[in-house]
Every structure is written in C-alpha cells, then in structure tokens.
C-alpha cells in the first residue's frame, strides 16, 4: 500500500537529490506491494485485457520517472490528472462540497468518465469510463458521497450520527489477506479527509476480491460495516 | 469486522493518550447509552437478512443499501437509493385548517418510497434488479406501517410550520422555539422527519423522542385548559372489559395514553382530526361505559328522554359556528376534552351568552344550552301550545322578561313563600337543575350527573307531568316540589286557588270539584320573552296552556295581576268562564259561583 506523502515531506524531498527520491520511493511502493502481493492482479483494476499497458499493470497510474506532480499527494503518477469542474454534493444545511483534491483527484482521472482511461504516458487514445464502473455521469459528482471533506472530532461534535474519528477504533478487512485496526482517522481519512481511498483501496483486496460486490473496499458491505464504520445509524 | 469493544484493546500497553481516547470513547458511551450503539441494525428499518422485524431480505446482507448509495444517488441528499413513486396522494384536509398540505415533499417522498405500498421494498437505483424479501414481500405488506398514497387519515405532513401559521392556528408552539429532536426541515416544513427517525429506534416506532404521555405531540401542539382535563391527569385503567378502549396503545391508564385517548396520528379512524373512531361518539364510549371511567354515561342514552348523540354521524363539524343550525348533538358539543375534568365536566367550552353573543369559554351553564335551544334554526314546536309561543330559550331567560326562572338572573317576583330554604327569591338556578339525570346525583341517585338521559322528558331530573286532569301527588310534580314546597302551594300560601285548581278539591255548583290541573297548564316553565308578554299579564310565569284554556264569554283570554298574591283571570276552562274571575276573594264568592 502507498504510504501517503503530506505536502510538508513532499517539499523537502523535492530538495533532495532526485535520485534518492526516486530510490525510497519506489523502494516504498515495493515494499507494500509486496505485503499484499498479487492483489491487483486479476482484480477489476489489472487493464491487462484491454491492451493499453503492453502487460504494465502499473504504468496506466504510475511512473518511476518523469511523474506529474500536478496533484499534491500524486504517488509518481503516470496518467492524466482529472481537471474537470464537478457538480458537487450538498450537505444538510445546503452548503456545496468544494472540489474534490487529492487522492480523489486521482480516482477521478479515471472515473469521472471524461478524463480517458488511457491518458497516460503520452497516449492520445481515449476509452473513457461508462457504466457500473463508473460512479458518475460525466462531471457529475453531486449524487457520490460527498468527497474531499474534513472529518475530525469536530464533525461528530456537530453531527452525533458521527463517529469521532480520532478516537473510534476499528478494524479494516475482513475475509480478505490482511486485518489492520486503528482509529478511522489513521485507517480511513487521509490528510484527515473522506477520500475516494477512505472506502476503497485500489491495490489491495481487504475484503474479498469481487470488483463488483465488494468494490476494493476496506471494510465489507455486509451489515453495511463500511459504512456503519463512520455512521452511527 | 469493526471493532467497537473497547476492553479488547487493553491487552495492549496504553500510553496516558491513549488512556485518555478510551475514556473519551467510555464517557461518549455512557452519554448515548446503549441505544445509540445499537443502532440500526437492531431495527425494523434494518430490511437485510439480519433485520429484527418480520419484514426483510432472504439473503441481501447489506442494511443502508435499502435507501442509500454511496454512487449515483438520487436525489442526491441524503445519498437515495431508491425511486420516487409518482403517485398522488390525498393531503390531509379538515374544516379546521389553517396550514396548507399539498403534494407530499422532501423527507417525506423518501419515507413513502416504501410506505406508500406502490414500491417494491426491494427495488433500489443500486440494482438492476429487486433485493428478493422474504415471505414473497413486495411491497409495504398491509399493517399499521402502510400508509398508502390517501394522507387523508395521518397527520398532516410537508406543509410550511411557520410562526405565523402557529399564531393564526393558535394552541400551536412557536416552530423557532423548536430547538430539541422534534424539528421542522430546512425549507421549514414540518415531515416524516419531525416525529421520526428512521435510524434511531430507541424511543419505539422510530420516534425522535418517547412519546410518553404523548410529550411528543406536546412539543408542537400546547391545548388550552390541558392540564386542568381528566384526560391528562387521571390513573384510571381499563377493567378488561371489551372494547379496548385503547387499541393502538400499550399503556393502561388514562393519563398515559393522553393525546392517544382519542387520536390516532397514522390510519386513523376519521380522516379529520385523525381520531381513532369515525363515528364521533365511539371515541368516548369505549372509556365512558363503564370500563375506565367512574361513570357509565353510555347507558344514559338509552333512556326515554336524552340528548341523541346516536341519531346522527358526520354532522357535528368542529369548525361550526356556535350558534348551531344544523342541529345535531354529540359529545363534543357538550364537552371539550381537552378541558373536561370531574369537577367541571363542562371545561372550556364556546356557547352564547344572554346577549346572543359567541362566547369562547362559558362562565353560565346556560350559555352552552343556548348554542342549540336559543337561536338556532330548526327547533321543533314547543310542547305545550300556548298563548305565547316561543322556542328560543334565551328569549326565555332573558332578565328583562315580565317572569322567569331564575337561569340568567335572579328572578322578578319578590313574593314567591314557597321556596325551599336555602333558596330565596335571591337566588340563580343552571338549566340543570331541572334538567338531568332522573338517577343522578340531583335526584338521589348514583348515576352520573348531567343532561345526558332520563326516564322523564324533556330530560327531566324529575317527575313534571303536563297531562290534563293530572292526579295530584308528591311525585306527579317532583320537579317542581324540588325547590316550590308542596305544602306551601297546596295551602295556598301564594296563589289562594292552587289547591283548588290542582287537586280538585273545592266545593260549589253543588257539589266538589274534580280538579286536577298540572302546574304547566296556567305556568310557562321558562319565562315569557318581554317581546311577547308583559308584567300585568304575564308575571309569574302565567302563560297558559291552550289546549286547555280557552277565552271566556266575554272572548278575553288573560291573567290580569293586581298585586301581591292577587289577580284576575279572564278565561274557560273545564266548562267554568272566568270573566273574570279574581283573587284573594272568598270560596265560591264572585260571579257564576266556584271557580
């Protein structure tokens, strides 16, 4: 699994000898990788079948050189960053979600179904996202959870339906290759937001490896955990 | 998994942080209780294969998908899974409206998603085909969750709770004062939502706060006189005799069920006013026959004479005027239950008063009659024809009348020796001195006080009989010996031929008498309008019964007073002419000899 790198470390790694960067980083992404080893191969995520990565699996996302960095948190990406504007969810009392940012900016490059899926590496083609697969109408995002929001122990202060994410403790995967347990603030918000990444784990397969039932999610849908993890319904 | 057992962490050494987390996470626990925690996997709303109601899933494990989805929702707040019906339904209407209920909206449209009965349960935006129920469920099965698409018979929702709309209503809190659980949505509706949380049923039929003693419809709804009503106050319970006056409750007291006594907020029996009976009278007999409270007023309305609260269904309308011209009576007529008590069964309810003007709440017991006995249109004839005819009993009372009994005010005749002690010509009586329960309490009986039947018409306490010749006795005039001491009037202590008119006693024209006259024959019980009659000819309630007096020799039909306890009757009756004939005066004296 990629470990996320904040803005702050990110800066000063950029001061270092890009070498070295490229060393840890990929020595990271390998070492994680490794854990879970074989997971994206096979899964809804391994594009093998369409032709586009000559064999690649990774290249469709990630490049160990020359990566766009357009996205803050981008993990030596390799495909086209999302630029769409998005038609945003709005919350109870009516204010708009921003755009979304980060990991979920990532996703989008894919799933929004107006960046192609095949924009990477300096491809031109262009197959784009259409149907289950895809969680939105074109730059639709105002009928998706809402995305790119903070989540802290002042949200479930306003929102008893909340659970307070620093201090709840839960347990990711279940019936799948791995368990870990921590607060939902450590398992599932990055940066202390609800990203895509917050339910799903592009790699990695928690819960059991049907793409379509249980979608790289974290936590199973049975009894609706995955969502039960933050909601106190 | 999601581990929510915080005592398994403590297998691990803990920093004083994380001491710190646990105990936060403890004190949260405690704060919410258990019910909290839950949540709504242990509910009815939980329609997967693990849900605890009967309604559910064959095998469908996922519980939010029901109505939510994390993609592609619509409407897009609160994330909906599921379609909306397109049916129209039948707001809630009533005469006595003030807020305006249309076309079901917001949260409301999703809750009847399912429980309008026209959606699959099963059928979810999420998935391209139906979650399969159990039992072969399709739709919302028939029950009391059911609420179809005629919103006719719940309590009205989606319609704009306003602070305006609370002063116009009246009785209404203010919606900004709605600060706790029970809210209105952000459009400032009140919905589905207000009364119920469909993720939280800690409080029974997912309500946002328990409804004990109906302190949820309290929180909105604030009735006049509340308090102070027997309805709210009182511990009776049911002695299990059928029917259940309680069939949508499980709480066996009075003051318990409160609001839930007579109104039922979903399904309920009447569409106006949602009470849990059509048939106005069959939401206060199941409690007042005996079973729950002291009296069995139900039974009353079997006798001879009463007020026939079964003659009629659908014609008492709360928002009538209080003069009633489509006359009709039923309980609430009489009595306000949000008001009634024991002590003062007659609590809070509108009438006219001696002006003829409405008045909200009564302070004269006549006040009410006069909604119908006054000016209303449609009264029958009088019973007795008269010289003077008039069926409009505050024209009746009216202190400005030559004579009448003492309803309004105290009476006119400052001579009346008859009166029992402690009554004096001081005194004010209510209509139901005469008028009542000829078992009541007034008449020294057990049964229950008030107008509601008798054995002696019309709904006479007691015994007042009008037939000529009537044989006189202690009980031929009951009513009247009540508070006119019989033996006063039999000596003549006023009248110096009452005993001769009454009993038949005297003697001339060769020989006795054979009199019987009842009192209503020369007496008009209520009073002579002053529009009609006047004091020399009409004082002391004379007004007589022309079936059985007609006009003397001379064509004169009158009483004619010449002061104290003295007078002259022009008149025939029993083949004797008065023409006139006065009084004081000696047996037999006068012209013709007798009477």
Sequence with gaps: MMKPITTNSYKKARQLNLSVLICLAVALFLSSHTAFSGSIKGSAHDLASKGFDAGENCIICHTPHNSDISVTVSPLWNHQPASTTYDMYYTRDDSLVSQPTGESKLCLSCHDGVTAIDKFGGRTTASFMSGNADPNTKNKQSDSHPLSILFNSASAARNPSLYDPAVTTITIGSGGTS??????AELLLPNGRVQCNSCHDVHNNFVGNSAKDQPFLKITKARSEICLACHNK | MILRDSTSLFSRVFTMSQLFRLLLQYTLLMLFGSGAYAGIANTKHNLSVTGTGNIKASTEQEICIFCHTPHNAKPQSPLWNRASSGSVYTPYNSTTIFSSPGQPTGASMLCLSCHDGTIALGSVLSRSSDIVMN?????????????????????????????????????LVNPDTLTGAVKIDKTGQMQCTSCHDPHNDSNGKFLVIKNTASALCQTC????????????????????????????????????????????????????????????????????????ANFNIAIEFNKFSNHPITDSSNVHDAGESAVVNSRHVECV??????????SNPLNGVRGIDQSGSEVTNITRTEQLCYRCHGDSTGKPAARTTRQIEQTN??????????????????????????????????????????HNNDSGPGAGGSGPNGPHGSNYEPLLERQYL????????PS???????????????????????????????????????????????????????????????????????????PSSSGRLYFESTGTF?????????????????????????GGGGM
Aim: glycine share 10%; aromatic share 6%; hydrophobic share 25%.
């Design chain 2, 333 to 342: 007529d009489c009595h306000n239950p949000h008001a009634a008590n024991g």
């Design chain 1, 179 to 184: 368990t870990r347990t921590g607060t939902i």
């Design chain 2, 466 to 473: 009008t037939q000529d010749p009537t044989s006189e006795s």
């Design chain 2, 393 to 434: 009993v505050r024209m009746e009372f009216d202190t400005a009348n030559p004579s009448y009994h003492p309803i309004a005010g105290v009476g006119k005749n400052p001579n009346v020796p008859s009166l029992i002690p402690p009554l004096t010509t001081g005194s004010t009586i209510t209509c139901l001195d005469c």
């Design chain 2, 221 to 292: 709804h604030i009735k006049d006189f509340w308090k102070e009503t027997a309805h709210s106050t009182s511990s009776k319970t049911w002695n299990g005799s059928a029917p259940d006056p309680w069939p949508n409750s499980n709480v066996n007291n009075v003051a318990g069920n409160a609001c839930d006594n007579c109104h039922k907020p979903h399904n309920a029996g009447s569409q106006q006013r949602i009470l849990n009976h059509s048939v106005e009278e069959d939401n206060c007999i199941p409690c007042h026959n005996g079973n729950v």
């Design chain 2, 476 to 550: 031929a005039y009951a009513l009247c010996y009540k508070c006119h001491d019989r033996n006063s009037i039999l000596s003549n202590q006023s009248f110096s031929r009452h005993s001769l008119h009454i009993q038949g006693k005297g003697m001339g024209g060769g020989g006795m008498y054979r009199l019987s006259t009842p009192c209503n024959v020369c007496h008009d019980p209520h009073g002579v309008s002053a529009s009609q009659g006047n004091s020399i000819n009409n004082s002391k309630l004379i007004n007589f019964d022309t079936s059985v007096v007609s």
């Design chain 2, 566 to 590: 003295s007078g002259k009757c022009y008149l025939s009756c029993h083949g004797k002419n008065h023409n006139p004939k006065s009084y004081p005066g000696g047996m037999g004296g006068g």
């Design chain 2, 135 to 171: 039992n072969n469920v399709t739709t919302m099965p028939q029950g009391n969750t059911l609420i179809g698409t005629d919103l006719s018979d719940d309590h009205p929702v989606s319609f704009d709770y306003t602070s305006g709309l609370a002063s116009q209503r009246g009785e």
